[in-house]
């Protein structure tokens, strides 16, 4: 009988073993989870397989060249572009990663490699591009720059990634025609941050994972021209799941845009106070949770606001494993249109229910230009271009802005690739009715630009 209970206790240990050293938390196939694969590490930190353990994070030498024309574009029209590019979770924490990341076939120095490849390619195009990998890697703050059981960072990686995007502004020629003010950004307590990727863990796992916290910030600019008072654009203890655009009272030119993923659009996180901190300037923050890496960008330059108020800078952040290739080239023509912004030729055209049919025979088209499709008011979520030739034969061309983005009524079809001798018309099919100003109009290309 005591043989029996001692086996029986070893059997028991034996069977808990595994479990102990395989997760902190009792957590079980959250490796093969059909939603949301990820591996732990003994430091109780989740890694996403198919994001944070990529090592090959596509830029291909075009969409290089289609952001080259992209920042170009908005130069010309006395805007900067900042390309913010968030490492991945295992970039900038590679010290947490499992034992079994190398398993998986995951190289640190690889992946970092990769990382410092994309920047140097962007900055040999022009194109302003900080590296924020080397800048989340320093350390020296409050928090880790990940949050352990999501894949955001915490207000220190924010800050981190600030502290470096506002070293470049600052170090920008057109800084100097900028008149900087004092910004100071003050530690407040621990906050609780939403998180989908824990909610989904933890139906994997019996033990409670880590909360994802942070350390909430409050940023206030202490020079406040006219009043003398402080202007709060930091998240206090109470203010948390409000979206704010801080600074938007138009009464300037805006010096700083920012358009991002959710990165950017967490109070929480205080992204946007650091930036005018470490940048001295004020901050508008049009960034869309959920909108992919076109999403902010596309709803704010498509908008009338860019041509009505171009900031001197706009920061895109994106995460690197964000593939700007991924939706084709249509995405960042669109951008270059807007951001070059001469669209005010409209078209002959006739109305037939929701669309409008423009005669393009007697129009002089070169393939960098592109047609603007604006419906007038804000509103429509979709619409249709179809361009026919003298043949009948017709190329079609859909556009949509999901729920998440801005319905800003106006949508640019790059030229390029519809460009054909026999051009004779294009329809513009929107997805409600019509509006008194309703219209299409040709965005030529500047004389300038070899596209």
Request: charged share 20%; proline share 7%.
């Amino acid at each position: 009988m005591r043989l029996a209970l001692i086996l029986a206790l070893m059997g028991l240990t034996a069977m808990a073993l595994p479990l102990r050293a395989e997760s902190l938390f009792a957590c079980s196939q959250i490796e093969n989870s059909p939603i949301l694969p990820t591996v732990e590490s003994d430091d109780a930190v989740f890694f996403r397989t198919q994001s944070d353990l990529r090592m090959a994070h596509p830029m291909k030498e075009a969409v290089v060249d289609q952001l080259a024309r992209l920042s170009q574009a908005l130069a010309r029209n006395g805007t900067i572009l900042i390309y913010a590019t968030i490492p991945s979770k295992s970039q900038g924490m590679p010290d947490a990663l499992p034992e079994k990341a190398s398993g998986m076939g995951y190289d640190p120095a690889v992946s970092e490699a990769a990382y410092h490849d994309i920047i140097n390619r962007l900055n040999a195009k022009g194109i302003l591009a900080p590296d924020l990998l080397t800048a989340l890697q320093q350390g020296g703050t409050p928090e880790r720059p990940f949050q352990a059981a999501d894949f955001h960072w915490t207000s220190s990686g924010a800050l981190l990634a600030a502290r470096a995007i506002g070293a470049a502004i600052r170090a920008h020629p057109a800084y100097a025609d900028l008149t900087p003010g004092t910004y100071t950004s003050t530690p407040l307590e621990k906050v609780d941050a939403f998180s989908t990727m824990r909610r989904i863990l933890q139906g994997y796992c019996v033990v409670a994972l880590p909360p994802v916290e942070t350390l909430a910030w409050e940023t206030v600019r202490v020079d406040q021209p006219g009043d003398g008072g402080t202007l709060d654009i930091g998240l206090g203890a109470g203010d948390q799941g409000e979206t704010l655009d801080i600074f938007a009272d138009g009464a300037a030119p805006l010096p700083v845009v920012l358009v991002g993923t959710s990165f950017s659009d967490n109070d929480v996180d205080n992204f946007a106070g650091f930036l005018s901190e470490y940048s001295g300037l004020e901050v508008v923050n049009h960034a869309i949770s959920g909108g992919n890496q076109f999403g902010a960008i596309t709803s704010y330059l498509t908008s009338t606001d860019y041509p009505t108020d171009r900031p001197r800078f706009l920061i895109w952040e994106n995460p690197v494993y964000n593939n700007l290739g991924r939706y084709g080239f249509a995405p960042l023509e669109e951008l270059i249109a807007a951001a070059n912004n001469d669209c005010e030729h409209p078209l002959p055209l006739r109305r037939e229910g929701n669309a409008l049919i423009a005669d393009l025979r007697q129009t002089d088209i070169t393939p960098g230009d592109a047609l603007l499709a604006d419906f007038g008011a804000e509103g429509p979520r979709s619409v249709q271009f179809t361009l026919q030739g003298a043949n009948g034969v017709s190329r079609s061309a859909m556009m949509k802005r999901e729920d998440r983005l801005r319905a800003t009524g106006r949508f640019f079809l790059g030229l390029g690739p519809y460009l054909r001798a026999d051009l004779q018309q294009v329809q513009v099919a929107f997805d409600r009715p019509l509006t008194a100003d309703s219209r299409i109009s040709l965005c030529l290309t500047p004389k300038e630009d070899p596209s």
